[in-house]
């Protein structure tokens, strides 16, 4: 396990800088995120880390090495992508120990005898060629054989006799080479049995064992992109890099999918990155998350310090489902909003009268029924009946819109007309408040 650390790093594409002076320290064995809106440099952060892109300022660390300038194959980084990125032509199996081959490749070079492969070359495809008129001759044979029995009671005389005779001793040399071949083949390939056993363990951890000798494209994206995941973690890299890989996986497999690969990462333990634009994705799979804008990390923490706690207006509004309501202080804690309504807050610092604030309320903190400092009017927009919960948008005076969550009562709420007037109350404590881009506290 290894820790990661970005440290002042630039990074441009031509003359347009994405990110520069950006600092991350990712601890060893976390899932990390890179959250932010599309476009924002998350993905050129992670490739940065990749070796794809070269930093033209600052240096990346992946534990104590300093990887700045070395090649992607240097880095023992391993990617999952968005399109799962399998080999369509080769086996689940072979797309799996592909990585594993890569890696021993140069070992392989060494005791692969050049007059062997040339051999191998010739042999094979004569020996599958043979092999295969080899059965089709011998199915011929098996039936004319049949026939002569039943029509002559008797047996195979003449010229078929020694057809058959013939075929039989194709057939004893066949195995021969394909026994040879074999032979020569484990003591090459020495590392063949070691292989094929980390491939099914990592293909037992998806449950995706018994699909080893089929194709990508009879898979689903969701065994696809399990697969994906199996090609990466089969080379146990120090580094786990991951670039939206539920992206192109409908809602109902990207849930499944990603408390999977958190529990599989964990229970690895793999210093793992993972970049996407889903807040609830990051809040579910990850131990910290970075929230970005605009090649800027606005804050770095845990994702209940990341909910709970936004440090600026972007975060607020970014993680969770939230209204903004603007207003202005008319005196100490107390807000009004555009048509005149008063919002009480409970904030310690004294915000200058005046000043105009920044609300962040999340719908599940706005009440029908406990009453409490700040009754706000509000006219019913739009009503979703969800069963268990009914979600409702209000209009305020000034046309800005409230979400609000009701669980108590639901049911006779969700019979509630469009465009009725109701009074809802905003707990203060769980208002966020922002001066700018600034919370306040
Ligand atoms: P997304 O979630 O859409 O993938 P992102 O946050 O990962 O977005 P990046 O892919 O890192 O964003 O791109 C950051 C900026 O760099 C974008 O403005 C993008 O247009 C630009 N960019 C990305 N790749 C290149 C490239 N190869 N050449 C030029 N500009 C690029």
């Known amino acids: 396990m290894v820790s990661i650390k970005y440290e002042n790093i630039g990074v441009a594409y031509g003359d347009f800088i994405v990110v520069e002076n950006f600092n991350l320290e990712i601890p060893h064995g976390t899932i990390t995120t890179l959250l932010g809106p599309s476009g924002c440099g998350k993905t050129t952060v992670l490739r940065a880390l990749a070796g794809f892109v070269e930093p033209f300022d600052g240096k990346v660390f992946i534990g104590d090495n300093d990887v700045t300038l070395l090649p992607p194959q240097k880095r023992n980084t391993a990617m999952i992508f968005q399109n799962y990125a399998l080999w369509p032509h ?6 799996v120990e592909y990585g594993l081959k890569l890696r021993e ?17 010739v042999t094979k495809p004569c020996y599958f060629f043979l092999t295969k008129t080899h059965n089709q001759a011998m199915d011929y044979l098996k039936e004319t054989k ?10 195979l005389t003449g ?6 005779i013939g075929f039989r001793w194709f057939k004893a040399v066949l195995k021969g080479i394909d026994h040879f071949v074999r032979e020569k083949k484990e003591q090459i390939d020495p590392k063949w049995n070691y292989r094929r056993k980390k491939v099914l363990d990592v293909l037992k951890l998806v449950h995706l064992e018994d699909q080893a000798f089929k194709n990508p494209t009879q898979l689903s994206g969701g065994q696809q992109q399990r697969i994906a995941l199996c090609r990466s973690i089969v080379v146990e890299p120090d580094v786990l890099l991951c670039d939206e890989p539920l992206s192109n996986l409908d809602a109902k497999l990207r849930k499944e999918l990603r408390t999977e690969i958190r529990s599989i990462i964990k229970s690895l333990g793999m210093t793992t990155v993972y970049v996407t634009h889903d807040q609830t994705e ?25 909910f709970t706690d936004p440090h600026t207006l972007f975060v607020g509004q970014f993680i969770g489902i939230s209204s903004t309501l603007n207003g202005k202080v008319v ?14 807050l409970q904030v310690k610092t004294d915000i200058p009268v005046g000043e105009e604030v920044a609300l962040v309320i999340r719908p599940e903190n706005v009440s029908l029924n406990t009453q409490s400092n700040s009754p706000i009017e509000i006219e019913i927009h739009t009503i979703e009946y969800l069963g268990t919960e009914v979600k409702m948008t209000g209009k305020l005076k000034d046309g800005n819109i409230l979400l609000l969550d009701v669980v108590e009562d639901a049911h006779e709420y969700a019979e509630m007309k ?24």
């Open 105 to 121: 490749n140069a070992e392989l070079a060494a005791l692969n005898s050049p007059w062997f492969s040339r051999f191998l070359w």
């Open 159 to 164: 010229f078929k006799w020694y057809l058959w």
């Open 90 to 95: 080769l086996s689940i199996f072979k797309n």
């Open 146 to 155: 049949e026939e002569y029995y039943s029509k002559n009671q008797g047996a």
């Open 418 to 441: 469009v465009g009725t007037n109701l009074t809802v109350y905003i707990n203060p404590a769980e208002i966020f408040v922002f001066v700018g881009e600034d919370r306040v506290y």
């Open 331 to 344: 005196k100490p804690n107390t807000v009004e909003l555009g048509g005149g309504e008063i919002v009480k």
């Open 282 to 306: 990051a809040l579910a799979i990850s131990d910290r998350i970075a929230v970005f804008n605009i090649g800027n990390i606005e804050q770095y923490g845990t994702p209940t310090e990341v």
